[in-house]
């Protein structure tokens, strides 16, 4: 059975297509907009356009348009007004403010050199899917210090406390309905405590894209998150926050990535392959999805 007859007999699909606004879209971009508009139109559901423009120092007006005009000449069209996370920021804070009343979150006065430095230190330092582990040293603090050093206006970011966490949400899962890189599909059991203390607020950065995205699909109404496998081990802390913030589990269709001859993922850095150049170079819609094997 498809992943579309599988979810065609459920309520209205409701998915989205999030790109950051900080460069033009490539081909990896372009196979995840078509799986996302395909699993929503062909149930008869709605596709979203999201800008996930929380870095507003990166952020440019001219990528979304950029983004605009790649998705209409692919043909995707988008149901609604684009939704914009640069909208939403005291949205975010709310939600920050509410796990910091709970004891959940802290500040983490290290700087990376700090971090590098105590992992170096230790004897086996942990690691989560995005490499080592932060250690936890300000999690040690007492909250005196803490205050202190605020006070002070040492720079800081505030971490959420993983073994807290995972204590208020027990057992979780999440709903696979695609393919993990693994092959995974159905009831994913959870690991509360993969990516640690991760970050969910920075100065410069008001929420986490973890933070942000959850609250965002909840607010939005997404039915299905569908992405790379590259964010399959996301699903765990996006779920954890899910469960800490009371927001609905969506389910979730991880899929292939598309790789260029070298095996790697395509880059925005990389201006070869990005839908703009290859329209000026003359190509057509349908010779993108040829190269995407659609």
């Known amino acids: 059975m498809s992943l579309l007859e599988r979810l065609y007999v459920r309520p209205m699909i409701v998915t989205r297509f999030a790109p950051s606004p900080t460069g033009h879209l490539h081909l990896g971009h372009a196979y995840a907009a078509q799986f996302a508009h395909d699993l929503a139109k062909q149930s008869g559901g709605r596709f979203l356009l999201r800008m996930e423009d929380i870095d507003v120092t990166r952020a440019k007006a001219e990528f979304e348009d950029s983004i605009r005009e790649d998705l209409a000449w692919l043909g995707l069209h988008w149901d609604g ?109 959870v690991n509360p405590l993969l990516f640690g203390d991760v970050v969910l607020a920075r100065k410069d950065t008001p929420a986490s894209y973890h933070l942000a995205v959850v609250i965002d699909d909840a607010f939005q109404d997404v039915s ?22 009371d927001l ?26 990005t839908l703009r150049a290859l329209r000026e170079a003359g190509k057509l819609p349908s010779d993108i999805f040829a190269l995407l094997g659609k």
Do not use: W
């Open 81 to 189: 007004p684009i939704f914009r996370q640069s909208t939403r920021f005291d949205v975010y804070r709310r939600a920050l403010d509410r796990l910091e009343s709970e004891d959940l979150l802290y500040p983490c006065f290290c700087t990376r050199s700090d971090i590098a430095g105590e992992i170096a230190r230790a004897v086996e330092a942990p690691h989560g899917p995005e490499g080592p582990l932060y250690p936890g040293t300000c999690r040690m603090l007492s909250a005196a210090e803490r205050k202190a050093r605020v006070e002070f206006g040492l720079p800081y970011a505030l971490r959420l406390n993983a073994e807290a966490a995972a204590k208020r949400v027990a057992r979780l899962t999440f709903r696979e309905d695609g393919a993990g890189p693994h092959g995974e599909h159905g009831d994913i059991a």
């Open 224 to 245: 299905h998150v569908t992405r790379g496998n590259d964010l399959f081990a996301a699903t765990h802390i996006q779920r954890v926050l899910q469960t800490l913030l």
């Open 248 to 273: 609905p589990a969506p389910s979730y269709a991880h899929h292939k990535l598309i790789l260029d001859a070298n095996g790697r993922k395509f880059s925005k850095r990389d201006q070869s392959v």
